[in-house]
C-alpha cells in the first residue's frame, strides 16, 4: 500500500507541475498576442515591460527577435510569429518553443516595428532576465552590462538577484551594478552617498566614467564624495598603468631577448656583424606558415600542435641556411668588419627578394593555436595568452643556452675561442668548427625565435628588418657575447621604450633610447657585463 500510495504522490505532483506549466506558457502566448494589437512604440515597451516581469527565461526568445526586427504578425489570425526571410517567402518560427510553423509572404505578414528607445528598453529587460540564469557567468555578464547602462527600473530585479544570489563575487557585482543605478535614479543623498563609496572602491574605468558622469551633474554632499572618489580611482589607475607599462616592457623585452640572442653569440665569438640576422627571423616565420598551410589542408586536427612541429623545423632550416652563409661567405672575410657587414647586407636583400618570389610580397595569415588565444586580467593588468607564453619560451630558449655554454664540451669551445683564439687554436680547438657551428646556432635560436614573432607580427619579407637594429642595441648595450648581459639588456630596453611611447611616440622613444645607449658606451665601452679574456694583441 505504501509503494502504491507513493506512486499515486509522485502522479499528482507531476500532474500539478505540468498544469501549472501549461498555466504559466498560456499567459506568457496572451502577453505576446498583445503585441498584435499595439498601436505605437510606447505601447510595445509596455508589452515589453510585462513580459520581463513575468521572469520567464522563454520570453528570451521572442525580446531578441523583436529587437532585430524578426517579429511578425500573420494578418489572417494576429498570431505573433518569429520570422526568418528566404529567398520567395518567409519562414515561420514558433515565438516561444522556436519550433516551425510554416511560411507565408511577405504581403500577409507584418512586421513589428522598433526605434533606439525601445532596443534600449529591450536590452536592459534581457539583461534583467539573464540576473536569474543558473550560469555564473551569464550573471557577471547581465551585472556588467547593468553597470555600465545605469537604469533606476533595474533597482528591483537587482535587489531580487542580490537576495538570491549564492556566489560572493557575482553578489559584489550586483551591487556595485545596484549602486549605479541608484546614482541615476531620485534616491535619497544618503544612498547615493553609499552607493559612490561602493563604486569607488571598484576602482576601475567603467567606475571612473560613472563618477564623472555623476559629478557634472550632482551637487553639495554628493558631487564632493563623486570627486573625491574620481581621485583615488586616478590614483589607483596610475599605479596600474604603471604596471600595465611594466608588462608591456617585459613583453617587449622577451621578444627582443630571441631576436637579440643569437646575434649576441655569433658577434661574440666571431665578431661578425651580421646584417642578414633578421633574416634567419624571418625564414622560421615562413618556415610556420608553411607548417600550419599543411596541417590545415592535411591534418586540420593537429592545428593547435603546430609551433611545436614548426620549432624543430624553423630551428634546423636557419640554422643550415646560416652555416651555408659562414661557409660560403663569411669565412673568407675574417678580420675585414666592412666587408663582412656589406657581404651580409646583401645577402638580406637576396633572401628577402626570395622570399618575395616564392611568397609574393603581401603578409601571410599564421594562425594562434588555441592555448595562445585570448587574455585574461589581474587586478587592472590585461595579459594575453600569447605574450606570456612567449615570455616563458624566451627565458627557457636563454635557460637551455645558458647551460649548453657552461656544461658542455663544445660549450666549454666557444667560449674559449671567445676568451682567446690563438691559444685556443693552440690548444687543438679546430676554430673554423666552432665559428661554423655558432654561426648555425645563432641562425637556429633566430628562426625559432621567428616562430615566437608570428604570433604577434606580420609574417612578410620585411619582418626581420624591424628587429635587427633593436637587436645590435641590446646587443652592445648588454656586452658583447654575454648572455646575461644579453637577458639584462632586452628587458631594459624594452621596459624603457614603453615608458618613453607615451610621451615621446613609438619612434622618437627609440631615438632617445639609441641616445641614451651612445652615451653609456662613452663610459663603458664594453657594454654593460664586459666580457673578460686574455687576449694579447699583436
Do not use: C
Not at 99 to 120: H, K, P
Not at 287 to 310: E, K, M, N, Y
Not at 359 to 385: K, R, Y
Not at 407 to 417: E, I, S
Amino acid at each position: 500500500m505504501k509503494i502504491f500510495r507513493a506512486i499515486g504522490l509522485t502522479l499528482l505532483f507531476l500532474l500539478t507541475t505540468l498544469s501549472s506549466s501549461g498555466a504559466a506558457e498560456a499567459d506568457l502566448r496572451a502577453i505576446i498576442a498583445k503585441f498584435a494589437t499595439a498601436a505605437d512604440f510606447s505601447e510595445t515597451g509596455v508589452i515589453v515591460r510585462e513580459l520581463t516581469a513575468t521572469g520567464d527565461p522563454a520570453v528570451e526568445r521572442p525580446l531578441a527577435a523583436l529587437a532585430e526586427g524578426n517579429l511578425y504578425i500573420r494578418a489572417a489570425d494576429s498570431m505573433v510569429f518569429v520570422g526568418k526571410e528566404g529567398s520567395d517567402s518567409i519562414q515561420l518560427f514558433d515565438p516561444l518553443s522556436g519550433e516551425a510553423a510554416g511560411e507565408a509572404s511577405a504581403d500577409d505578414l507584418t512586421q513589428i516595428g522598433v526605434n533606439n528607445t525601445l532596443r534600449r528598453t529591450i536590452r536592459d529587460a534581457l539583461g534583467t532576465l539573464t540576473l536569474g540564469s543558473k550560469d555564473p557567468t551569464v550573471r557577471i555578464a547581465a551585472a556588467n552590462t547593468m553597470f555600465k547602462t545605469p537604469d533606476a527600473a533595474n533597482i528591483g530585479p537587482l535587489d531580487a538577484a542580490i537576495t538570491n544570489e549564492t556566489v560572493a563575487s557575482v553578489k559584489d557585482l550586483l551591487e556595485q551594478a545596484r549602486g549605479a543605478s541608484i546614482l541615476v535614479s531620485d534616491k535619497p543623498d544618503m544612498d547615493k552617498l553609499a552607493a559612490i563609496a561602493l563604486i569607488g572602491a571598484r576602482g576601475d574605468r567603467d567606475a571612473l566614467s560613472l563618477l564623472t558622469s555623476v559629478e557634472a551633474n550632482a551637487s553639495g554632499a554628493v558631487k564632493e564624495a563623486a570627486t573625491a572618489a574620481i581621485a583615488s580611482i586616478n590614483s589607483t589607475l596610475a599605479f596600474w598603468d604603471a604596471g600595465q607599462n611594466i608588462w608591456y616592457g617585459i613583453s617587449l623585452g622577451s621578444v627582443l631577448l630571441l631576436a637579440a640572442i643569437g646575434l649576441a653569440i655569433t658577434f661574440g665569438v666571431m665578431g661578425v656583424i651580421n646584417m642578414a640576422h633578421g633574416e634567419m627571423v624571418m625564414l622560421g616565420a615562413y618556415t610556420t606558415f608553411v607548417v600550419q598551410q599543411a596541417i590545415r589542408t592535411s591534418f586540420p586536427g593537429l592545428f593547435d600542435w603546430s609551433l611545436v612541429i614548426a620549432l624543430p623545423l624553423a630551428f634546423l632550416v636557419a640554422a643550415l641556411v646560416g652555416l651555408a652563409i659562414e661557409r660560403g661567405i663569411i669565412r673568407f672575410l675574417y678580420g675585414r668588419p666592412l666587408e663582412t657587414l656589406l657581404a651580409t647586407w646583401g645577402v638580406s636583400l637576396i633572401m628577402q627578394q626570395a622570399v618575395r618570389t616564392i611568397f609574393g610580397p603581401t603578409n601571410q595569415e599564421v594562425g594562434n593555436p588555441s592555448w595562445m588565444s585570448g587574455s585574461f586580467d589581474i587586478g587592472q593588468l590585461a595579459i594575453t595568452w600569447n605574450r606570456l607564453w612567449i615570455l616563458v619560451f624566451a627565458l627557457a630558449v636563454f635557460g637551455v643556452l645558458l647551460y649548453v655554454m657552461k656544461r658542455t664540451p663544445w660549450g666549454l669551445q666557444m667560449r674559449a675561442v671567445t676568451a682567446n683564439r690563438r691559444m685556443a687554436a693552440s690548444m687543438g680547438i679546430k676554430t673554423p668548427w666552432v665559428d661554423a657551428l655558432t654561426f648555425a646556432l645563432g641562425s637556429g635560436i633566430a628562426g625559432i625565435a621567428g616562430v615566437a614573432l608570428s604570433q604577434i607580427d606580420n609574417v612578410s619579407p620585411n619582418l626581420g628588418r624591424g628587429y635587427i637594429i633593436d637587436s645590435f642595441m641590446v646587443v652592445v648595450f648588454g656586452g658583447v657575447g654575454n648572455l646575461w648581459g644579453t637577458l639584462v639588456g632586452a628587458f631594459s630596453l624594452g621596459i624603457v621604450n614603453k615608458f618613453l611611447e607615451p610621451y615621446a611616440g613609438a619612434v622618437l622613444g627609440k631615438i632617445v633610447v639609441l641616445v641614451l645607449i651612445i652615451l653609456f658606451i662613452q663610459k663603458r665601452p664594453r657594454g654593460l657585463f664586459a666580457l673578460k679574456g686574455r687576449a694579447v694583441e699583436a
